[in-house]
């Protein structure tokens, strides 16, 4: 696999330097501009010695550099597709579960993923950060919520703050009494890994409440060995770190990306946490894969890999209704006609018998019925 740019200064923000950089054809050009004028395009040196020029279907390239695709908004895509603004109480908080709040802070992140899920609410045009009156507005919020167990930093990504700003954010938020978990959602350490370091790391530390980072990568590639040792460097501070990743077409959606991928987070001490069905987000009909697949992956994946590596395939409601696991299931009601989830024929199950439950192989065994 040859690796054109290695070594770029800057981060790639415009079509013309993909083109110039050869990671998007000239005679794309023109479609790419539209595309950039509506949706934010940022590619990091890191990510941009990852991507190889030569294959069309490079799953690196197909999660940061933008296509004509996205210029056609599909069936159910909208602006808001998970629902956000349908559970702002304040400006920056989205509380749509009893104990947790989602805190977003910022609106730039390191790079601009093309499935991004608030493609319409970040990038250059936006505002970067809530202001320091919406900041506090927020902190008032959770100050006055003492249900709120968990903040999670979103955005954008947190960690695009200075260590200094955030130790500040950190140190006011374990103020409140209530809140003993905070969460930081990034794609930093693979996408400018050199921005964690000690002082990064001290930042995010913070006495009266624990710390946990949830990675967001969806290729084992983005795993290098400089976004390893980001991530251990939070790890060994005694930041437990969990993952998140979107199932997607061309990118993760057959098993052995998916295997690897998993694989990879366990080895470097991250629990696979979350695999996202993509969401209605605009222009990313064509990274999306239907639920059948991913449910078939999931199948997969319990099979062949350690339990270690198994995440939640789970789903964000349109609305604002939030997350739910979407299966696979293995048990079934061995008296309904057809379970819905059941793998493979198997002999009709006595007539007293209640369940049904799949093993890894998708044979079906029964469980005894309800006392
Ligand atoms: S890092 Fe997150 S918020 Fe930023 S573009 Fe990617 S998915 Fe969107």
């Given at each position: 696999m040859s690796r054109i740019n290695p070594g770029l200064a800057a981060t790639l923000r415009e079509p013309a330097e993909l083109v110039g950089h050869g990671l998007a054809p000239a005679a794309a050009l023109s479609d790419l501009e539209k595309v950039a004028a509506r949706y934010a395009v940022a590619v990091t040196p890191d990510i941009a010695a990852l991507i190889d020029p030569e294959d069309p279907g490079d799953p690196i390239a197909r999660q940061f550099i933008p296509s004509a695709e996205e210029l056609v908004t599909g069936p159910g895509e909208n602006a808001d597709p998970i629902g956000d603004h349908a559970h702002s109480p304040v400006s920056g908080i989205v509380h749509r579960y009893p104990d947790r709040v989602l805190f977003k802070l910022v609106h730039v992140c390191a790079v601009y993923c093309r499935f991004c899920f608030r493609r319409e609410m970040?990038?250059?045009?936006?505002?970067?950060a809530l202001s320091q009156a919406a900041y506090q507005g927020a902190l008032d919020y959770i100050r006055a919520h003492p249900e709120v167990w968990e903040v999670i930093l979103t955005g954008g990504d947190p960690l695009m703050l200075s260590p200094r700003r955030l130790a500040e954010i950190m140190a006011d938020l374990a103020a409140i009494d209530h809140v003993r978990i905070i969460r930081i959602h990034t794609r930093v350490p693979v996408?400018?890994?050199?921005?964690?370091?000690a002082e990064m790391v001290a930042a995010l530390k913070v006495v009266g409440a624990t710390t946990w980072v949830a990675l967001h990568a969806n290729?084992?590639?983005?795993?290098t060995d400089k976004a390893r040792a980001a991530c251990a460097q939070l790890v060994d501070a005694g930041i437990p770190m969990v993952s998140q990743s979107v199932l997607l077409r061309g990118v993760n959606d057959n098993a052995a990306a998916l295997e690897a991928l998993m694989r990879a987070f366990v080895e470097c001490r991250i629990k696979p946490y979350y695999l996202h069905h993509?969401?209605?987000?605009?222009?990313?009909a064509h990274l999306r894969t239907t639920l059948e697949r991913g449910q078939e992956l999931m199948r997969g994946l319990r099979g062949r890999v350690s339990g270690l590596c198994q995440p939640d395939y789970v789903l964000d409601i349109p609305g604002g209704h939030g997350k739910s696991p979407v299966g696979p299931s293995y048990l079934s009601d061995a008296?309904?006609?057809?379970?819905?989830?059941?793998?493979s024929e198997a002999r009709e199950p006595a007539a007293e018998t209640r369940y049904r439950i799949a093993d890894y192989c998708g044979d079906l065994h029964l469980y005894p019925p309800k006392p």
């Open positions: 970040v990038g250059p045009g936006k505002a970067t996408a400018d890994p050199a921005r964690i370091g290729h084992v590639r983005e795993l993509g969401d209605l987000a605009p222009g990313t008296s309904s006609a057809s379970p819905a989830n059941s793998f």
